[in-house]
């Protein structure tokens, strides 16, 4: 079952649930996993045909791991993520450009969970 997301824009914050979304733009979509209590890695392939990756990811309780404020993070200028999934752990590394009062600041977290049957493979975002 596969179907293309078209019309979402690739950074999304829902303040209301405190999640932060994440997706390449023109993507393939395939299936998502939940992995840990707060990640949800999207799988599909880009472009069509070639290999299977990670084309987006859902981070719940955003605002409680960068430590800041809600509204904040609906001000995302600059987003970098890197996923790397080995045989025993999934490790996000997520860094943020927000910006707030005409400054810009970053924000960086590393999320790591065990892994429980995620093939190994190495992604970037970047947005």
Known sequence: MERSVRGIQP?????VVDSLFVSVPNRKYEYSIMVGDD???DFGRIPPGEKQTI???ELLNASEKFGIDR????NIRRLHAEITIDEKTIKLKLSLVISHRRKERERSKVLEVANLGVPPMVSSINI
């Open 71 to 74: 509204h904040l993070l609906k």
């Open 11 to 15: 950074i999304d914050y829902d303040p």
């Open 55 to 57: 084309v987006g990811f």
């Open 39 to 41: 990640l949800i890695l």
